[in-house]
């Protein structure tokens, strides 16, 4: 059995946070990666663009409509996949 793991965060805060903030997080991320790899269960990953850079599709009543850039609504986005 494979899983994905999706990662959510608001781009919003990283924007506002300090260097120090962020390398606590990148770190922990990094430990959490290499706990992975050695235990043979990483088969890969990506970071994904930016929100700014998406494309939304919805379905509705059998109709399909894209917007360019973000979901109006504001959420946490998922920034990448492991």
């Known amino acids: 059995m494979k899983y994905l793991c999706l990662i959510y965060d608001n781009e919003k805060a990283w924007e506002t946070m300090s260097k120090e903030e962020a390398g606590a997080i990148f770190g922990e991320y990094g430990a959490f990666t290499q706990d992975i790899q050695k235990s043979g269960h990483y088969l ?30 504001p959420r946490n986005s998922s920034a990448g996949i492991i």
């Open 44 to 73: 890969g990953g990506n970071p994904l663009q930016p929100t700014s850079t998406a494309t939304t599709v919805r379905v509705r009543q059998g109709k399909v409509s894209t917007t360019d850039g973000r979901s109006p609504k």
